[in-house]
């Protein structure tokens, strides 16, 4: 198994351009997350997805946008980039918890590193 | 508000000694806590985790304890070694329908030789 890939590893882009970030896993997970990460700072979440088909809000969701057309695979949009929105952005997946197991860990892509200027 | 946060951001050690790294979480709802270890220009990789019916629970080498009575929970790492080196984070759920984690700031773990 890859794991969880994220695509491109680095981008810059210029005020008000447009682009997704790619994500893909290949261990057939339930859910799946999108954060983004501040320097020094911890992850906050942007959106994620329960399954193909839902998605939902996170704590940062302004900019953003999301689709889950397949299990496998969970791109984030960005329409009008902004310098605020320069951040590594981490994308994850987690398996349905279930026969007496409350939680599982979420396992991380590499990151894609986004610079706006 | 809610937070999850971490008491120290940088820990220097010496190799062998053992590290402590320390958080505190504010709602008592939370019932999962799980801890990360991201090196640097990598994503997050999981360590352990525990849910609030435990109060430790140990891995190889690493061990977590939950006091649930102050909100605070720990990662205990022995015999830390250089490959230590990395940011810890802790993070929380307080919906195991979602798996929705709110992550703490992170500590800095640096390991001297």
């Known amino acids: 198994n890859a794991g969880v890939t994220q695509t491109p590893k680095f981008r810059i882009l210029k005020i008000g351009q447009s682009m997704t970030l790619q994500c893909t896993q290949d261990m057939n997970h339930n859910y799946m997350y999108w954060y983004r990460q501040d320097p020094g700072m911890g992850l906050k979440l942007i959106y994620y997805?329960?399954?193909?088909?839902?998605?939902d809000k996170g704590e940062v969701p302004n900019g953003y946008n999301v689709s889950r057309s397949t299990t496998e695979d969970f791109p984030l949009r960005l329409e009008l980039a902004a310098p605020s929105q320069t951040s590594v952005y981490f994308c994850a997946s987690k398996r349905l918890a279930g026969g007496g197991v409350v939680a599982y860990e979420q396992y991380f892509g590499p990151g894609t590193r986004l610079t706006v200027t | 508000g809610e937070s999850v946060g971490l008491h120290l951001p940088t820990l220097s050690v010496q190799e062998g000694d053992n590290s402590i790294i320390n958080c505190a979480y504010s709602n008592s709802a939370s019932d999962y806590f799980i801890w990360y270890k991201q090196e640097s220009g990598k994503g997050p990789q999981f360590i352990i985790d525990?849910?609030?019916?435990?109060d430790k629970r140990q891995g190889q080498r690493v061990t977590v304890l939950l006091n649930k009575t102050v909100k605070h929970l720990s990662l205990q790492i022995a015999a830390t070694q250089p490959g230590d080196s990395a940011v810890y984070f802790c993070a929380e759920s307080r919906s195991s329908n979602t798996g929705k984690l709110i992550f703490g700031q992170g500590t800095t773990l640096q390991v001297k030789p």
């Open positions: 997805s329960v399954g193909a088909g839902i998605t």
């Open positions: 525990i849910r609030s019916n435990m």
